[in-house]
């Protein structure tokens, strides 16, 4: 495969032949390996660890002098951290981490060919103190113990799943050399072993927005102990380094063409800009696009509904489930299908109110509550029928409002229509499932041509591999950072007025949304 | 006292005072704290240590967000470490240490003051493993454990005495922020829990001759865990940061005019430059100066003769010693007025022998060799008589010899003569004590109005102090280090022929040394 410049590589292996020492050259052994690291890099700025001092006698002499030198770039100088046989097969390696709230993925980088050599995910161990950021919160701040224990509980899990890669790959500890953490506000705080308690209290205070690197043997990660921890910085309490990533991983701040970023999930966290200028805000897009709020919600799985088709016609329901398992529930996806073709239907009119006389049988009604049947009991893969409810739509309806006013009110704020801006960036592993097609139909989204929107997959991790991989994206997270202007929503009546209009489907002007033909 | 401008202070409290968090200003707490930090500094170049961010917040708010950063310029930023209450009454503090590989001693120092608080001084505990450096490293080479235990024997002593005069002057341990030391590169060596295994062996390398800052916690000293620990670097294996931080303290690099400075201990270490060039070399002067090695030599401590008078004409010793007391030996510079004052006498001759007819009674053969009794038994502290042997005067005499004609190579390189140079700083509390006069009249040094040998005390102890008060003075650290030129003595006929000429008294020129005169 091509072998790309590594001139942009800020954790680099560099070749180092010494002269051996002599009675005419009796330069100590770090001052001469220094010199030759600060020739070969151009740069007087070459400082050696501490720690590698201990061991480096013995090293340069069990390699005769020739070794790769391990070094990274500091603050402004580079730090030479480590020595392996010269010219030594073993490469060096990087973990992007993106470390969510439910889910934490870690990816291992080739930091010389710059592959991805493996991906692993798993759920966020800190999920049994608490399943939600609030509970852990609290739990963190019934004392420093118990604060040490949620941070510990991600990283003797990630260390865990290091060692697995690394035995599975054969890579020496050692040889992984530089650890990139994108995360929320409170994540990254619990990572870092910080007190996350005046995060979620007013004023909402972070201890840290921007943390420099950190050595990972004081975070406790299991990889070489002098290696770079690569922590993205937040904006705030409810703007986190997940949406610093994103930024990153769409190249929005780098373009000329002003763009939207879109994160849904408990918060719709949404970005506008380019390369002048970034402006963020986050307003709570409600839970109903989350797994397991709606009746039949969950996280995506086996057996998970993720594709809904309705016949206009014959009203007959097309449900597709992951590994095509007996349906179990529904996901957010899912979830934004069903509601758009029950829309399309006549199943339910503009109010998102079931419409009795189309849903015929399905509709039952449940401790007083109307629900409609997706999937009977009998073809159900957990035994009971599958149901939707009117409050399920309700609290859906009222994110996709929040959503779209979000959207209209940041655009509104920059004096830019939704119809201007050329390319809607869609972050998160969620997105990728979403049919634009369907939030286009719910009013969640303005009507535009599909090609507008990119969903870009899970943005934390590529954000944090970017900027393991290269000087130029790592300089530019602080670039970000130090532009973004994060607006506090104001709802003041002129947004609860959007708000009430965004609150039918899939508007109140239909003038909004042309492409939109329900069945009513 | 005079308050003094704090510019030069490169460990300092700056005070900051904040506006506390709001709605408005959510700022971060770390971020807040800096931010304040970088205004008064002036620089942006303000970082955060990880460790500081654990408590923060909790201060931060006890504080109520008026509060005294503790902060030091490290490479080439300020590193923000502390927090303490804003306009509190209790300073910050520093300790130069002189780490000597018989004697240590520690200075506690005001670091806002500039004040000395205290000193201390103790016997290097590793004495106890080896009186000489060469059986430290023998020792060291045994295994990890065996350098462990060497350091640990330091540091752990060291922890004891900071621990003394803190409580003695009601310090927290948190206010001790910064930690300087000088010592030769093997001590240095032990002290950082390096291997000094290559420095005694061809072709004498040491592990590293320029160390950066290192956390004082990263060295196992109990005072701030972040505090610097500033090492003085060493030009090679025989040439250590004890004598970088004697040339500091001298201030020859800073001058106009070309000075030596002269070192006299088991090595005699020179330099000779100004504050365009730094020449060093250091040969063996033999042990002959240094206490335990002639008979009734030893260190300088209660009792020991530090001063000889010998009348011209009765013959008569006046002897003085240490606290009064009856001798018990004789230290390196009583040695050197003995031997001078017997000449002068003309009990020995021009070759350092003995002469019979002058010494009468005196002169006794023990296991047939002459010997002159300085002390007889009955005024002993002893209970012995104190005796010098002709084989200690030879050793002696070889010792001046190699420090005379180190000084007239060193000269020739430069082209100059002794005569030109017109400083003679003599380093070291030995130094302090030598009766130039006697120096002089033995030939050790040339013969020169006594007012340019200036003796400089503790060299080591006020480099450290020094380095640690300013930043002008830390800068000039590296900037002897890169100019010194460190010549090995090369030891061919033409040095073999002065020295051979340097070992009579003063001198077989006797034209060199027109102001001694002998009673021969």
Redesign the interface.
């Known amino acids: 495969m091509k072998k790309l410049s590594d001139n942009d590589m800020w954790i680099r292996k560099v070749g180092a032949e010494m002269i051996p020492?002599?009675?005419k050259?009796?330069?100590?052994?770090?001052?001469r390996l220094q010199k030759v690291v600060r020739k070969t890099l151009q740069t007087e700025?070459v400082?050696?660890a501490?720690?590698l001092?201990?061991k480096?006698?013995?090293l340069l002499r069990e390699y005769a002098y020739r070794v790769e030198a391990l070094v990274f770039m500091g603050?402004?100088?580079w730090r030479l951290i480590d020595v392996m046989p010269f010219q030594h097969a073993t490469g060096i390696y990087g973990i992007a981490i993106d470390l969510g709230s439910s889910t934490i993925v870690l990816r291992l980088l080739d930091l010389e060919t710059r592959e991805q050599k493996d991906e692993i995910s798993f759920h966020n161990p800190q999920i049994k103190i608490g399943a939600d950021i609030l509970s852990r919160i609290h739990y963190a701040g019934l004392g420093r113990d118990r604060l040490e224990e949620l941070q510990g509980l991600v990283t003797d899990r990630v260390n865990q799943e290091i060692h697995a890669l690394s035995e599975k790959h054969g890579i020496g500890a050692g040889a992984i050399a530089g650890i990139a953490v994108a995360g929320n506000t409170t994540m990254t705080h619990l990572f870092?072993?910080?007190?996350p308690?005046?995060i979620c209290r007013?004023?909402?205070?972070?201890?840290?927005?921007?943390?420099?690197l950190?050595r990972s043997s004081?975070v406790g990660l299991d990889v070489n102990p002098e290696a770079p921890v690569l922590v993205f910085p937040?904006v705030?309490?409810y703007f986190g380094g997940d949406l610093i990533a994103g930024i990153l991983a769409s190249g929005m701040s780098r373009e000329d063409e002003i763009s939207f970023l879109i994160d849904v999930g408990t918060n719709a966290e949404v970005v506008i800009g380019n390369k002048d200028w970034l402006m963020a805000c986050a307003g709570a897009a409600g839970p109903a696009l989350e797994g397991g709020v709606a009746g039949m919600g969950m996280m995506a799985g086996p057996g998970v509904i993720d594709q809904v088709a309705i016949d206009p016609d014959t009203l007959e329901f097309r449900i597709r489930t992951i590994d095509d398992l007996p349906p179990v529930g529904i996901c957010g996806s899912g979830l934004i299908d069903l509601v758009a073709q029950l829309f399309l239907a006549g199943m339910i009119d503009l109010m998102a109110k079931f419409v009795p006389e189309k849903c015929g049988d399905r509709l039952v009604e449940i401790d007083g509550i109307r629900n409609l049947v997706v999937v009977p009991a009998e073809a159900s893969g957990t035994g009971r029928a599958l149901t939707l409810s009117q409050p399920d739509i309700d609290a859906l309806v009222r994110s996709k409002a929040a959503m779209y006013t979000i959207l209209t009110t940041i655009a509104n704020t920059v004096n830019m229509s939704l119809d201007e801006i050329e390319r809607y960036y869609v972050a998160g592993t969620f997105g990728t499932y979403i049919d634009p097609r369907s939030a286009i139909t719910i009013g969640m989204i303005p009507d535009r041509p599909l090609e507008v929107y990119v969903p870009l997959g899970n943005t934390s991790l590529e954000g944090a591999t970017r900027a393991l991989l290269s000087m130029r994206e790592r300089d530019e997270i602080r670039r970000i950072r130090d532009r973004i202007t994060y607006i506090?929503l104001n709802v003041n009546q002129e947004f609860m007025n959007l708000f009430s209009a965004a609150k039918f489907l899939p508007h109140t002007d239909r003038s909004l949304f042309p492409s939109v033909r329900a069945n009513s």
Chains 1, 2 share one sequence.
């Open positions: 020492p002599s009675l050259d009796n330069t100590a052994d770090a001052d700025d400082v050696v501490y720690s001092l201990k480096l006698p013995r603050r402004s100088e870092l072993g910080l007190d308690y005046g007013e004023p909402y205070i972070p201890v840290i927005n921007t943390p420099d950190i004081e937040n705030g309490s506090e």
